[in-house]
């Protein structure tokens, strides 16, 4: 089952605007909500993450917004750019006794940033 | 800089191969991962390994095994490839305990 819903599926924005991508998830035991950024040809990266003991965590352009009660948290991309066209992937973890951190992702948003 | 490579790009074989996925790390990281990414299913868990010798099955582990021999390597073996394993294949790293997964530019494989 899945247990990160990501939307929408795809995003068109203008140079400029504020690009909004949403998740929400099921389990909650998660504790850690990283966002990945993936170029065509690259593998993700991390782009920005938070932990649920924070309602918003901000990196420059990037924003995280943490809704623990409605289980959301959401991406914003403000001022967005044409070098932010992306697929975007949400993600909920938590640590296992292992000492490793299980990922699961949503579905992916692909973003497209017109001049 | 942190660097995990995957030993191809592209891969096309046919039905019933074996085959073989390489991944190395550079990081000296304990945890290592395999994803398959499919569009609108985002990325799902194959195989994770947390030391030498160590692997335990993901969320999607027919069809597939693992191999961890050496800290650095994680391989992906596909023992009878089949048109559904068709997909691109992503290899990560985390250290022990870490949060960040470092991903390698994956290899998408094709099966006749």
């Known amino acids: 089952q899945q247990q990160v819903k990501q939307s929408p599926q795809s995003l068109i924005v203008q140079k400029g605007g504020i690009s909004i991508i949403n998740c929400a998830y099921e389990?909650?035991?998660?504790?850690?909500f990283p966002w990945y950024q993936q170029f065509p040809g690259k593998g993700p990266a991390l782009l920005i993450a938070?932990?649920?003991?924070?309602s918003e965590k901000k990196e420059g352009r990037f924003t995280i917004s943490f809704n623990k009660s409605a289980k959301q948290f959401s991406l914003h991309i403000m001022d967005s750019q044409p070098g932010d066209s992306a697929t975007y992937f949400c993600?909920?973890?938590?640590?296992?006794?292992?000492?490793?951190?299980?990922?699961?992702f949503g579905a992916g948003t692909r973003l497209a940033v017109h001049p | 800089d942190v660097k995990v490579t995957q030993s191809s790009r592209y891969l096309v074989k046919r039905t019933g191969e074996k085959v073989f996925l390489e991944c190395v790390q550079d990081?000296?990281?304990?945890?290592m991962f395999w994803y398959r990414q499919d569009p609108g299913l985002g990325l799902r868990l194959i195989y994770f390994?947390?030391?030498?010798?160590?692997?335990e099955k993901g969320d999607i582990p027919e069809g597939y095994s693992v191999s961890r021999e050496k800290k650095e390597r994680f391989s992906l073996i596909l023992e009878s490839a089949s048109t559904n394993q068709t997909s691109m294949y992503l290899c990560?790293?985390?250290?022990?305990?870490?949060?960040?997964?470092?991903f390698g530019p994956g290899t998408r494989l094709t099966v006749l």
């Open positions: 390994s947390y030391d030498v010798k160590m692997k």
């Open positions: 389990n909650t035991a998660f504790d850690y």
């Open positions: 990081m000296d990281h304990e945890n």
């Open positions: 938070i932990r649920p003991d924070v």
């Open positions: 993600a909920a973890s938590k640590q296992l006794r292992g000492g490793y951190n299980k990922l699961i």
């Open positions: 990560a790293s985390s250290l022990y305990r870490g949060n960040e997964q470092f």
